[in-house]
């Protein structure tokens, strides 16, 4: 089977926890439904939205297992895809292997986060991970975190790997994107093109950009997908009003603040609509009481009501 690129509104999915090293079972089976429901177009686990770095390593498997097995339960064929966030390249490798074990469609890749590589070592860190990858590669570019970013020219030497599959770009850089998306029209018009950063979304994708990996799509995932589709069939009126609807979840945001703000403010407001208990991993911290009422005040403001998680969705049951 010909790997699929990803296309549309992938949602990086939070990853609701008990505590830092128990996976929250009934809130996975939850926000998933919530996802599937709306008709999202694919997965993506342990990003930064995810909290990838800061979950604990034992969870990394049982989180990737437990997706596809609602998927499962659910008749969606919907790609999950795993980010592996590692300084190894053996580490990698190993993290990999076991998505791919558990049915993972592919892996995102991005730079060491903890050593700043200049060019030539970056370009061989994606070439060796496209050497040793058991699942197709799509890159991810988040400069914020990497301190570096993919070049073009490396870009272009990895458009050359038929199982890499495309690119996600969190920079916020609309030139650059617009760059890449250019670069693979002339040499990989099949590659996935997504953008990270919801303030800039519409744009990017009236510039080329293939869909896009909103966190604010844990809790609008409908929202998200109203939008891309609208745009794609050229409806303005209607991609204007729902761009009014994306604008609203950064007061959201701002409640948090701060460092993995949507994060925490995308938890706590599940957990105040029933999915999840707003728990953070360390060193990050729930929201507190005032801004809980805060959250509760911005819920009852929210101008998409509709999309938010019903009860409906949330199916009971274990595996």
């Known amino acids: 089977m010909t790997p699929r690129s990803p296309r549309g509104i992938v949602t990086p999915l939070l990853t609701p926890i008990l505590q830092e090293d128990e996976l ?85 890749v991005c730079a060491p986060f903890y050593y700043r590589l200049n060019r030539d070592e970056l370009r061989r860190w994606f070439l060796d991970a496209v050497a040793k990858s058991s ?59 997504l953008v990270g950063e919801e303030q800039i979304l519409v744009e990017a994708l009236r510039r080329g950009a293939s869909g896009a990996v909103p966190g604010g799509a844990n809790l609008v995932p409908g929202l998200f997908v109203d939008l891309f589709n609208a745009h794609r069939r050229g409806d303005e009126e209607t991609v204007n009003r729902l761009v009014a609807q994306v604008e609203q979840l950064e007061q959201l945001y701002a409640i948090a603040g701060g460092q993995m703000a949507p994060t925490r403010a995308l938890k706590a407001a599940l957990h105040r609509l029933g999915i999840g208990n707003g728990l953070v991993a360390s060193p990050f911290s729930p929201l507190g009481t005032a801004q809980l009422e805060q959250v509760d005040q911005w819920l009852r403001s929210f101008q998409g009501e509709e999309y938010l998680p019903r009860p409906s969705e949330q199916r009971t049951g274990t595996q």
């Open 135 to 193: 699942l197709p590669i799509i890159l991810y570019n988040n400069p914020a975190y990497t301190g570096v970013s993919i070049d073009l020219d490396i870009l272009a030497d990895l458009m050359e790997a038929e199982h890499v599959l495309g690119l996600k770009d969190s920079s916020g850089d609309l030139e650059y994107l617009t760059s890449v998306i250019e670069l693979a029209a002339r040499r990989r018009p099949d590659w996935g093109i």
């Open 24 to 108: 929250d079972r009934d809130a996975v089976r939850k926000l998933i439904a919530h996802q599937v429901a709306a008709g999202v177009n694919g997965l993506l686990l342990l990003g930064t939205t995810g909290e990838g770095p800061a979950v604990c390593s034992d969870l990394f498997g049982e989180l990737v297992d437990r997706t596809v097995w609602e998927l499962k339960e659910l008749n969606a064929d919907i790609p999950v895809y795993v980010a592996v966030l590692s300084c190894s390249m053996a580490d990698l490798g190993i993290l990999t292997d076991v998505a791919q074990g558990v049915g993972a469609a592919g892996v995102f």
